[in-house]
Every structure is written in C-alpha cells, then in structure tokens.
C-alpha cells in the first residue's frame, strides 16, 4: 500500500470513530442539559460554547500544522475527546458541562479540520471535488450511525453508557493514529511546502471571501436544527431512539451521496451547485414545525440532507483550490472558523426564540436566514465572475 493510501485509510477510520463518538451523544445532550435545569437560552450557550472553542482555535491551529506537522496535533485533539467524553459523566450543573463543552470544541479544533488539509494536500488537482467527498463520508456516516447507536443505547442501558461508548470510539481513534499515520513532515507529500502567506490575504480572494461568507450565513441559519429538532420531537410525541433515526437520515444521505456528487463537482459548476443545494435545504428546514409526526419529519430531514450534500463538496473544491496557495491548514481553518462562527450564534439566537416565541420559530427563521446566505453567496459570486475575478491568491510576500 502506498504512503498516500495509508494515510486515506488511517484517517478515514479514526475520523469516522471520532464523529461517531460525537454523533452518540447529540440526540441525548438537550434532554441531558435540561435534566441539569437548562433553559433555552443555557441549552444555547452549552452547545454554543463547543463551536466558540473551535472557532477561536482552529485557525491557530490548521496555522501551526502547515508549518510544524499534522500528525502530532490530531493525535492530542483525539486522546483530549476520549478524556472529555467521561468528564460529560461529572458535570453536575449547566456550568460545568459548558467547561466540558469547551474543553471538547479544543480537540475538535485539532482532529477534523487537520485531517482534512491533511487529505487535501494529497488530493489531484481537478479531483478535489470527488476525493474530499470520498473522505467526507467518514464524517458524515460517523455522525449518521452516531444518533441511531446513542438513542439505542440510552433506550436499553442507560444516559450514562452513551458517554462510555464515546469515550471508548475515542480511544480506539487515538491508538489507531498513534500507531499507524506517519507524521507529515514540511516538504514531504503529506505536507507541501506552504507559502507564508499573511492571514489578512485570505479576505483578498474573492472566492475565498464567498466561501467564508456563505459559510457563516448557512451555519446562522441551519445551525441550530441539531440542537432543537431533540426539543421539539416531543411535541410530535417522539421517542429518543426516534429522534436518533431523524438526525441520521440526514447525515447517511450526505454520506452515500457524496461519491456521486463529488464526481459531478469536479465536471460541473460549483457555484450552481451549491446555490441549488443550499436552496433545497434551506426550504426544507422552514417547513420542519408543519410536520406532526414521525414520517414527515423523517422527509423533510431527509431532504435537508440531499441538499447538504449538493453542496458540501463543491464549497470543498474551492476551499481546496485556495488552500494549494496559502496553505491547506490555513484554508480548511478560515472556512471551519467562519462556519463554527454561525454555529455559535445559531444556537444562542435559535434558544432566544424558543424562550420568547416557541421552538418552531427556530426553524422558520432558520430557513429564511439560510435562504438569505443563498442569494448573498450567488450576487458575490456572480460580482466576482464579472470582474474576472479567478479566486487565486496573491503570491508570498
């Protein structure tokens, strides 16, 4: 097996043990939270605090992995999720479950965006839209058995053996890249040499700029549906393992769509294709609070997740082409920042509404916040084709 295989396979299976560990308990943590006494407004803080930690840290970090190595900083960021996934067992209030919640985002900071650039830099040029959707499946299978196994085990053993397995997935993740993934090394072909590029550069690029601001739009609008699909499933009369079935259809469509649309965005037109994506999904999240029951909600969350996946590995591609100028690690960093940005607010703003408004708000406003990061996303790029913009950026210097 060659090095470039090697470290596809070794990262496909940690990030798919690490993600599945992390999708185990996302069903389970607002009942978990509001068992502590949070209200809307705390259940947005506790999950907003995960996507502040990785927003504040991801850039420094996908900074240091172009320039010092990635396999080191993957490894801590796995061995912290496994140690954080027990310290869920002890938070015994809505403030020290937001600490763990912080403490989780750091590692996530240090596991996927790292493992991306560390798949991009191997990634064919005109092929980045297929090879990131292959790797993508990983993530999006992990979090899609993820609901399924932790409704599952909550059902029949108990809150408490969902935190286990996380930690456990966790672990094996660990011992997997510890063993087997050879360190990216600067120069080497994990690890292009990076041009030191200012980060200020990265808002010069126009795609970039497109990228990063619809990023932070669609997380506004979307981020919050993980968060309050939990709370608003027992209006409808859902069971916890029923919920786990609504949030996986998503995430399992993504992932067996991937490979087909990856092909079609290396062929095709990006930009269509992730306005039409965004669009479908934005349309889809505005109509969750007419559906009464299990069915429909299974539909609509479904169809949310087809157009997750028209989108996600176009917006990949460009982020992969501009990180082959400025450095993988400092691309895939700009992009998960400004998405976990959104995935700060949404879930503060979505708790806001619930406590004022009602949950179902959460979801219209959703929608039509999404649709809006739509259009915005389309004039910018449309500007930007215009003025003959090409998305490169400046050289070093």
Same mark, same amino acid.
């Given at each position: ?155 029949? +053993?108990?809150?408490? #053996?969902? !935190?286990? =397995?996380?930690?456990? @997935? &966790? %672990?094996?993740?660990? *011992? ?58 027992? +209006?409808?009369?859902? #069971?916890? !393992?029923? =919920?786990?079935?609504? @949030? &996986? %259809?998503?995430?399992? *469509? ?144």
């Amino acid at each position: 097996m060659n090095t470039a295989k090697r470290i596809y396979n070794v990262l496909f299976i940690s990030v798919f043990a690490t993600m599945l560990g992390l999708g185990v308990v996302s069903p389970l943590l607002p009942i978990y939270a509001e068992n502590l006494g949070a209200t809307g407004i705390w259940l947005g803080i506790i999950f907003s605090a995960f996507a502040l930690s990785r927003s504040v840290f991801m850039p420094i970090i996908g900074r240091i992995s172009d320039r010092q190595g990635r396999k080191w900083i993957i490894l801590i960021g796995m061995f912290v999720y496994a140690v954080t996934s027990l310290a869920y067992l002890i938070a015994g209030s809505v403030y020290s479950l937001t600490v763990v919640r912080l403490i989780h985002g750091l590692a996530s900071a240090m596991v996927v965006p790292i493992a991306m650039a560390y798949i991009a830099d191997l990634s064919e040029k005109g092929k980045e839209g297929s090879q990131m959707g292959n790797f993508s499946i990983s993530m999006f299978l992990g979090m899609g058995v993820g609901p399924l196994l932790g409704g599952f085990l909550n059902d029949t +053993l108990g809150m408490p #053996s969902v !935190f286990y =397995v996380m930690a456990g @997935l &966790s %672990a094996f993740a660990t *011992l997997l890249v510890a063993i087997s993934l050879p360190e990216a090394k600067p120069g080497s072909l994990a690890l292009p040499d990076s041009p030191h590029v200012p980060m200020r550069a990265i808002f010069s690029l126009p795609v970039m700029r497109g990228v990063m601001v619809f990023s932070f739009i669609s997380a506004l609008g979307r981020g919050g549906m993980m968060v309050f699909i939990p709370v608003f499933a027992p +209006l409808i009369a859902l #069971s916890p !393992f029923e =919920v786990g079935i609504v @949030l &996986s %259809a998503n995430t399992f *469509l993504m992932a067996l769509l991937q490979v087909p649309i990856g092909r079609l965005t290396d062929t095709g037109n990006k930009v269509v294709l992730i306005i039409i994506g965004s669009a479908i999904a934005a349309i889809a999240l505005a109509v969750i609070p007419v559906s009464r029951s299990f069915w429909p909600l299974l539909v609509i969350t479904s169809i949310i997740g087809v157009g997750g996946a028209i989108q996600q590995p176009s917006l990949m591609a460009l982020t992969v082409d501009v990180g082959r100028t400025i450095g993988m690690g400092t691309s895939m960093g700009a992009y998960n920042t400004v998405f976990g940005i959104g995935m700060i607010i949404a879930p503060l703003m979505g708790g806001a509404f619930m406590d004022f408004v009602g949950v179902e708000a959460v979801f219209y406003i959703g929608g039509a916040i999404s649709l809006l990061g739509t259009a915005i996303f389309a004039m910018m790029m449309r500007r930007s084709a215009r003025e003959g913009a090409n998305g490169e950026a400046p050289g070093p210097g």
